[in-house]
């Protein structure tokens, strides 16, 4: 099968143009989670926050998720495998890459109960937040 683009300006709808160039932007590909960068998602409900990371195609041996002090720290390093010697690669787009993200995190965390699960290519963090005791009202006799 041959892939054949053709990049006649003239043929090309303005708004064609437009996409094409906003799409091909450098920084663009910064933010889809290039150059080492997995999106996040960060969710809050009553009782937790909670974080997805993309990362398809990792096993979850890869990933370490580690909190020191108040530095949520999730990172991931995947080895290289080489399995055939005598195959010729014309092209090679699969790379071993590694990942570094950090997340600053509040005293309302419990963070004896973190835990993180890894399950059809995201990450799921779940930071439990600590149960707020409010002060009770206290009754006082007038004398």
Request: proline share 5%; no cysteine; hydrophobic share 35%.
């Amino acid at each position: 099968m041959t892939l054949v683009k053709v990049n006649n300006p003239l043929s090309r709808t303005f708004d064609g143009f437009v996409n094409d160039f906003f799409n091909d932007l450098p920084g663009r590909q910064l933010h889809n989670g290039h150059f080492g960068f997995p999106p996040v998602n960060i969710t809050e409900k009553e009782n937790a926050y909670n974080l997805e990371v993309a990362a398809p195609g990792w096993q979850k041996e890869n990933f370490n998720v580690k909190l020191d002090g108040n530095l949520l720290t999730i990172s991931a390093e995947k080895k290289e495998e080489t399995k055939d010697e005598t195959a010729k690669v014309i092209r090679k787009e699969f790379k071993s890459k590694s990942f570094k993200r950090s997340f600053t995190v509040d005293e309302n965390i419990n963070a004896e109960n973190i835990s993180a699960k890894y399950e059809n290519g995201v990450l799921q963090v779940e930071l439990p937040k600590k149960e707020v005791v409010k002060p009770s009202a206290k009754e006082i006799s007038i004398q």
